[in-house]
């Protein structure tokens, strides 16, 4: 591990070094993408010193304890010596977190799409109050969410939503979230008092770039309507409405909330690159099924990962088995306990499976 750290630390000077050279300052990109790396080894550099720091400490401790007489100098230094023990045990335990391989999408901005499936009304009902949930947290967090694609239902409810939320970090966050949601309570409309369940599925998707996925503009068929017509009919509006089909996959994507038609092609693009990205995640998250088993979830949308239970004012998340009261709080964006613990398990599960 050490000679890792070193290496580490070695790279990281150097890259810092490079960021002073006027050749890479007069070059955006590659000042762009210097600084990413350089931050991406921000807090491994920061560890390293710190453990560093904390063995010489011990050190020092150590040599006065063998060579001092003075009883109050040997007691500080025991004492020294006992803080620099336990501050080099977190230490060595952030540190090989730290050193677990990263997915390469946790500093990117997301997609959230928010699906309802089973009994109808109150799966839209809850769905909205899920998205209210998801943009309350995204605001607590300084992140900034927009709705790409929304559709309502009659009694006010959401059938399909999709969002873009950015902001730092955003799907290392919100990853754990994608899969089935499942509500248990009394619907306003049940006389007899009797408690339903419903379903609603939620997808994160994290934005892709050129870098990570590029598609063929032969492969996509583009159509533009008048927003508030109904497909077009009324030739009168501006074509601001563009739909995308993806030929090869299928995949349509619908886009009017913006006025300008350049603007809402831009995010149908962007829409369609990251559901298209997903799919090849998708993919290879199958082609590594014996790691990713050790991790929390899959990111599979068909997989139940958490149930609100209304009536027992509880919120059970099924892959690390834990369960939180206060449910109306919770709704409000109070779910850092619960992403906080997803995390925590998560990285455990990696570390005991690194060091197999």
Same mark, same amino acid.
């Given at each position: 591990m050490l000679d890792k750290l070193a290496s580490i630390e070695k790279k990281y000077l150097e890259l810092r070094e490079q960021m002073m050279n006027p050749e890479i300052i007069s070059d955006n990109k590659k000042s762009i993408q210097l600084s990413k790396d350089v931050s991406g080894m921000q807090e491994i550099y920061d560890l390293y010193q710190a453990y560093k720091k904390a063995h010489q400490q011990k050190q020092e401790a150590q040599d006065m304890i063998d060579t001092e007489q003075d009883p109050e100098m040997l007691d500080m230094a025991k004492e020294q010596l006992k803080e620099s023990e336990t501050l080099i045990d977190e230490l060595d335990a952030k540190i090989k977190i730290s050193l677990l391989p990263k997915d390469p999408n946790d500093d990117k901005n997301i997609f959230l799409e928010i699906r309802p499936a089973a009994w109808g009304d109150e799966a839209w009902l809850f769905a909205t109050e899920l998205l209210k949930m998801y943009l309350w947290y995204a605001t607590k967090k300084w992140w900034k969410p927009e709705?790409?694609?929304?559709?309502?239902?009659?009694?006010?409810?959401?059938?399909?939503?999709?969002?873009?939320?950015?902001?730092?970090?955003?799907?290392?966050? &919100?990853?754990?979230?994608?899969?089935?949601?499942?509500?248990?309570?009394?619907?306003?409309?049940?006389?007899?008092?009797?408690?339903?369940?419903?379903?609603?599925?939620?997808?994160? &998707?994290?934005?892709?770039?050129?870098?990570?996925?590029?598609?063929?503009?032969?492969?996509?068929?583009?159509?533009?309507?008048?927003?508030?017509?109904?497909?077009?009919?009324?030739?009168?509006?501006?074509?601001?409405?563009?739909?995308?089909?993806?030929?090869?996959?299928?995949?349509?994507?619908?886009?009017?909330?913006?006025?300008?038609?350049?603007?809402?092609?831009?995010?149908?693009?962007?829409?369609?690159?990251?559901?298209?990205?997903?799919?090849?995640?998708?993919?290879?998250?199958?082609?590594?099924?014996?790691?990713?088993?050790?991790?929390?979830?899959?990111?599979?949308?068909?997989?139940?990962?958490?149930?609100?239970?209304?009536?027992?004012?509880?919120?059970?998340?099924?892959?690390?088995?834990?369960?939180?009261?206060?449910?109306?709080?919770?709704?409000?964006?109070?779910?850092?306990?619960?992403?906080?613990?997803?995390?925590?398990?998560?990285?455990?599960?990696?570390?005991?499976?690194?060091?197999?």
């Open positions: 709705i790409t694609e929304e559709q309502l239902s009659d009694i006010g409810g959401i059938k399909f939503v999709m969002v873009k939320i950015s902001g730092n970090s955003v799907y290392s966050i &919100m990853k754990f979230e994608s899969g089935v949601h499942r509500v248990q309570r009394i619907p306003s409309t049940e006389s007899q008092g009797r408690v339903h369940t419903s379903t609603v599925t939620v997808a994160i &998707m994290p934005e892709a770039e050129d870098i990570d996925f590029v598609i063929d503009p032969k492969d996509v068929e583009m159509d533009t309507y008048a927003a508030s017509s109904s497909w077009g009919q009324n030739a009168n509006k501006n074509q601001t409405w563009v739909r995308l089909r993806h030929i090869p996959s299928g995949l349509i994507v619908n886009i009017w909330d913006s006025k300008s038609q350049l603007q809402n092609k831009d995010r149908a693009w962007s829409v369609l690159k990251a559901r298209l990205y997903q799919i090849e995640l998708d993919k290879k998250t199958a082609e590594t099924k014996s790691l990713r088993g050790d991790q929390i979830g899959g990111g599979d949308r068909s997989e139940k990962i958490r149930t609100y239970n209304y009536p027992q004012d509880r919120i059970t998340d099924h892959r690390i088995h834990q369960s939180w009261s206060n449910l109306p709080v919770f709704m409000t964006w109070e779910i850092d306990d619960m992403i906080n613990a997803l995390v925590l398990e998560n990285q455990t599960r990696l570390l005991e499976e690194s060091m197999k």
